[in-house]
């Protein structure tokens, strides 16, 4: 256990953020496709670009780590697909489709930003600053995102998820 030091650590849940990062590319499709309204399907293509600059950058890190870019399996990450792929399946057609998937995309949010936030940290206390200056970067775009999402939630998609036609 004595080799097991923040370095693993921080390498570790870059490889988990990682693998939920390529997840959610392929989620974001799946959700632009599904969403009803033009503006949430707009949201999530927008946030499509950004994951993958986000992977870019991920690579980046792993590159002044000395680490291959690998991914490992991210539990969290697949639960909160699947959530958002079952509210797909059982809301389809509903004037609360849309409300759920910005629900679901927000989980993925701050899930992001919670990784994020605290490789950031980690990256701070193991003295890598190039490292810490990727990581804040897409933190800051989380963030940003995560606040858009509220905002059309909150101007637009759960009063449509009031109606009783589909918007």
Request: with cysteine; hydrophobic share 45%; charged share 30%.
């Amino acid at each position: 256990m004595a080799d097991k030091t923040l370095d693993t650590l921080f390498h570790e849940t870059l490889k988990d953020i990682y693998y939920a990062e390529r997840k959610i590319l392929s989620a974001l499709r799946k959700m632009a496709r599904a969403a009803q309204s033009e503006d949430l399907k707009a949201a999530f293509k927008t946030h499509e670009e950004e994951t993958q600059t986000q992977i870019e950058r991920l690579a980046q890190v792993f590159e002044l780590i000395g680490k291959r870019p690998r991914g490992k399996t991210c539990d969290a990450i697949e639960g909160i697909i699947a959530e958002g792929e079952d509210i797909i399946d059982e809301f389809k057609g509903s004037p609360a489709l849309d409300a759920g998937l910005l629900a679901a995309a927000q989980a993925v949010e701050h899930y992001e930003i919670s990784r994020y936030g605290t490789l950031k940290a980690w990256a701070q206390q193991l003295g890598m600053a190039d490292a810490v200056s990727l990581l804040d970067e897409t933190l800051q775009e989380e963030s940003a995102t995560d606040e858009k999402l509220t905002g059309l939630a909150e101007a637009v998609i759960n009063a449509a998820a009031t109606d009783k036609a589909v918007a």
